[in-house]
T-cell receptor, first 113, second 112 residues
Framework: KAGVTQTPRYLIKTRGQQVTLSCSPI?????VSWYQQTPGQGLQFLFE???????NKGNFPGRFSGRQFSNSRSEMNVSTLELGDSALYLC????????????FGPGTRLLVL | QKEVEQNSGPLSVPEGAIASLNCTYS??????FFWYRQYSGKSPELIMF????GDKEDGRFTAQLNKASQYVSLLIRDSQPSDSATYLC????????????FGKGTKLTVNP
């Protein structure tokens, strides 16, 4: 099976802009979670989607949003970018066959200038 | 108190030695625990998961879980330079959620 794919892999934006990141889960996986990784805070949970519904949300401002489509692909959007949003954004997919076991994509590295 | 804490390291061991990585967690209701390996510039890669008290072995890796003491550990036997990476401990969110709560990771260096 192909792994989790994320696009784009690298992105440079300026403050105030918005960005949309995309994630395609492993075939057959219906749950997609998003994480932000920074050197200072480590890996932090953003949100989780299952069957097009957001099931869980981390402690991030409303500028961070996401959605999931009927084919389980997911997007996350960050509006009004701030310098502190520079991070590696990771998508993970999971199957309920092995509860909570998540497989990560390669990530999107976002740099906000 | 942070939910998942790891000894920050860095940890340095000689090739062929046993590397011991430790993790404690605060939520007694946690049921599932995961170890991920992350090479510099790469995304986390799942090594092992453990749900039950005791040891779970997979090749050179052994995960240990002690729910009474709220700690999880990962032992790497016969450490190789290719094991040099940051190791992330995570607990499952529980309640049907797929959310993982991660520690900040321990950087391991295996010296040839």
């Amino acid at each position: 099976k192909a792994g989790v794919t994320q696009t784009p892999r690298y992105l440079i934006k300026t403050r105030g802009q918005q960005v949309t990141l995309s994630c395609s889960p492993i075939s057959g996986h219906r749950s997609v979670s998003w994480y932000q990784q920074t050197p200072g805070q480590g890996l932090q949970f953003l949100f989780e989607y299952f069957s097009e519904t957001q099931r869980n949300k981390g402690n991030f401002p409303g500028r961070f949003s996401g959605r999931q489509f009927s084919n389980s692909r997911s997007e996350m959007n960050v509006s009004t970018l701030e310098l502190g949003d520079s991070a590696l954004y990771l998508c993970a997919s999971s199957s309920f066959d092995i509860m909570e076991t998540q497989y990560f994509g390669p990530g999107t590295r976002l740099l906000v200038l | 108190q942070k939910e998942v804490e790891q000894n920050s390291g860095p940890l340095s061991v000689p090739e062929g030695a046993i590397a011991s990585l430790n993790c404690t967690y605060s939520d007694r209701g946690s049921q599932s625990f995961f170890w991920y390996r992350q090479y510099s510039g790469k995304s986390p890669e799942l090594i092992m998961f453990i749900y039950s008290n005791g040891d779970k072995e997979d090749g050179r890796f052994t995960a240990q879980l002690n729910k009474a003491s709220q700690y999880v550990s990962l032992l790497i036997r016969d450490s190789q330079p290719s094991d040099s990476a940051t190791y992330l401990c995570a607990r499952g969110g529980g309640g049907g959620s797929e959310k993982l709560v991660f520690g900040k990771g321990t950087k391991l260096t295996v010296n040839p």
